[in-house]
């Protein structure tokens, strides 16, 4: 199963944008890259998601390489109320993967004022 | 209010007596899914269900069941609790297809003694 890696912790001043990596270099080529984020104490939270173009929403954008191999969640503007665990997952979409769903160990952002 | 809702949402238990826990959507979704999340190991898929009818184990499905008699209820089963399945679990929906969202429910905390 495709697997995706994170740093553990990421540190930003709040107004300043945040660049959160994720490597998923066993990625399929029908798989969707998602992120979701959890606060405590709450279930996860859709952030955005992309096959292989950069996507862009009110919440954030998410840039992915040529190769599909990683992808970066930016934050263009971080909050305190984005402080959380951010989650980069792969979803698959065909084959014997589909509907499969693998969580990656997630980035702690703690956001500074 | 569109919504996944999971009962109950705290529950303590002893080990072998069997357990349900609910988890129901209000958005037609097709697709249906169940997570573990434990402390160092992130969120791992128990089950998933991509219509009524049909499911799928996850990367963890030992000791747990689920049925999908209706599109809107997606039930998780222990038949024979066991201390390790101590976790918090969440109920996700999405519209089929790894093209959307999911929608997580607000998580049920499982102690099992």
């Known amino acids: 199963d495709a697997k995706t890696t994170q740093p553990n912790s990421m540190e930003s001043n709040e107004e300043e944008p945040v660049h959160l990596p994720c490597n998923h270099s066993?990625?399929?080529?029908?798989?969707?890259i998602h992120w979701y984020r959890q606060l405590p104490s709450q279930g996860p939270e859709y952030v955005i998601h992309?096959?292989?173009s950069n996507v862009n929403n009110r919440m954030a954008s998410l840039a992915i390489a040529e190769d599909r191999k990683s992808s970066t969640l930016i934050l263009h503007r971080a909050t305190l109320r984005d402080a959380a665990v951010y989650y980069c997952i792969l979803m698959g979409a065909g084959g014997t993967s589909y509907g499969k769903l693998t969580f990656g160990q997630g980035t702690i952002l703690t956001v500074h004022p | 209010e569109a919504q996944v809702t999971q009962n109950p949402r705290y529950l303590i238990t002893v080990t072998g007596k069997k357990l349900t826990v609910t988890c129901s959507q209000n958005m037609n979704h097709e697709y249906m899914s169940w997570y573990r999340q434990d402390p160092g190991l992130g969120l791992r898929q128990i089950y998933y269900?991509?219509?009524?009818?049909?499911?799928d184990k996850g990367d963890v499905p030992e000791g747990y069941k689920v049925s999908r008699k209706e599109k809107r209820n997606f039930p998780l089963i222990l038949e024979s609790p066991s201390p390790n399945q101590t976790s918090l679990y969440f109920c996700?929906?999405?519209?089929?297809?790894?093209?959307?969202?999911?929608?997580f429910g607000p998580g049920t905390r499982l102690t099992v003694t």
């Open positions: 992309g096959l292989t």
């Open positions: 269900s991509m219509n009524v009818e049909v499911t």
């Open positions: 996700a929906s999405s519209t089929q297809g790894a093209n959307y969202e999911q929608y």
């Open positions: 066993t990625i399929s080529g029908t798989d969707y």
